[in-house]
């Protein structure tokens, strides 16, 4: 648990601002930079659950920071794979977003909640990496819910430890 960040995010909510900004542009411009230097991390996060569980199968894709149709705006990492796409469920989402009328930004999944957005260096983007990778895990397990086990190549190649 990143308990740095949720200061920051107290922070914030406590003074009324995002970091040092105050107005939606400025707090944008900040998201922008944000999503930048999340890049990386998200793109690893996701990485490690294509090479441990989906045995290099998975596809990735990146939008970069675009606007929402609530006038906000969002940056999606993705990751799909042969199993999830045939079972027409949704791929992996890693998920930065300020809506519209949102304080600042948060990060989520594709199936599991937000956490806060409050990254403005290289080093709070490193230190978010285990939540990305959180997120992505949690997401991947509620995408089993939704069909079963069998979407998790590395399960099917029987090479998953024994528990449950």
Not at 52 to 67: I, M, N, Q
């Amino acid at each position: 648990m990143n308990t740095t960040a949720l200061l920051r995010h107290f922070a914030d909510l406590r003074d009324g601002t995002h970091g040092d900004a105050i107005s939606r542009p400025d707090k944008e411009g900040l998201f922008r930079v944000a999503v930048a230097l999340l890049d990386p991390h998200a793109r690893r996060a996701l990485a490690e659950l294509d090479t441990d569980l989906l045995l290099g199968t998975g596809e990735y894709t990146a939008t970069g920071v675009r606007r929402t149709r609530d006038g906000g705006v969002e940056a999606v990492w993705a990751l799909s794979w042969p199993q999830q796409r045939a079972a027409g469920i949704a791929p992996i989402v890693l998920r930065a977003f300020y809506g519209a009328g949102f304080h600042h930004p948060h990060l989520r999944g594709g199936t599991v909640g937000e956490w806060p957005l409050n990254v403005f260096t290289a080093e709070q983007a490193a230190e978010e990496l285990p939540t990305l990778r959180a997120i992505a895990a949690a997401d991947l397990h509620n995408l089993v819910f939704r069909r079963d086990f069998r979407i998790i190549p590395a399960t099917s190649a029987g090479s998953a430890g024994s528990g449950g």
